[in-house]
């Protein structure tokens, strides 16, 4: 058998081209996008806010990402996926600091306390998903309280604590074309 460099059939011969700096940078944000599971309008809001804070653009992004109410209660172990997290959100099984919250891209702050509501169907639902993600383990940035069903945020994640995979600034790049 033999290894070719280009894939099978009529079309596959022909030249590749190199992948423009435009599409890669298209490439990385629609990876991000996926992950958290954003409209492109919400995704760019959420651009935009970092943008017009102090500090690292695209550390800042990623920030606000991770510490929207959905991912902090995927990063718990509360859900199993990040669209898990978010219709568990959306259903109303989650309190903030005592108040009922259903809006998966609330912005939890550092020092706010998330916890599982105290019903029965919340209850079961977050101990069954909590058993099969005990291999994932919770980040530095945040503690969980298993017995309690609450987790709490001690600080915002520095870059080093968030996916390696994401090359944020070719997303700021990619944005500040427009």
């Known amino acids: 058998m033999e290894k070719r460099g280009y894939p099978p059939g009529q079309h596959g011969p022909r030249l590749r081209r190199k992948q423009s700096e435009y599409s890669i940078g298209l490439g990385e944000k629609q990876k991000l996008r996926f992950m958290y599971g954003l409209m492109e309008k919400q995704f760019r809001r959420t651009f935009d806010r970092a943008k017009n804070q102090r500090g690292v653009t695209g550390t800042i992004f990623l920030q606000l990402l991770e510490t929207r109410l ?20 959306n259903h109303g099984h989650v309190r903030v ?18 916890e599982v509501r105290n019903s029965t169907s919340s209850r ?10 005990r291999l994932r383990n919770v980040p530095d940035w945040m503690t969980r309280n298993d017995e309690a069903f609450r987790g709490t945020v001690n600080r915002l994640p520095d870059r080093e604590e968030m996916d390696p995979a994401i090359n944020e600034q070719l997303i700021v790049e990619f944005y500040s074309r427009f």
């Open 97 to 114: 600091n005592g108040q009922k919250v259903d809006i998966p891209s609330f912005q939890v702050s550092p020092g706010d306390e998330v």
């Open 124 to 133: 079961q639902l977050a101990t069954s998903n909590m058993e099969a993600t």
């Open 70 to 89: 959905d991912s902090i209660v995927y990063q718990l172990g509360f859900t199993k996926t990040r669209q898990a997290a978010r219709q568990f959100v």
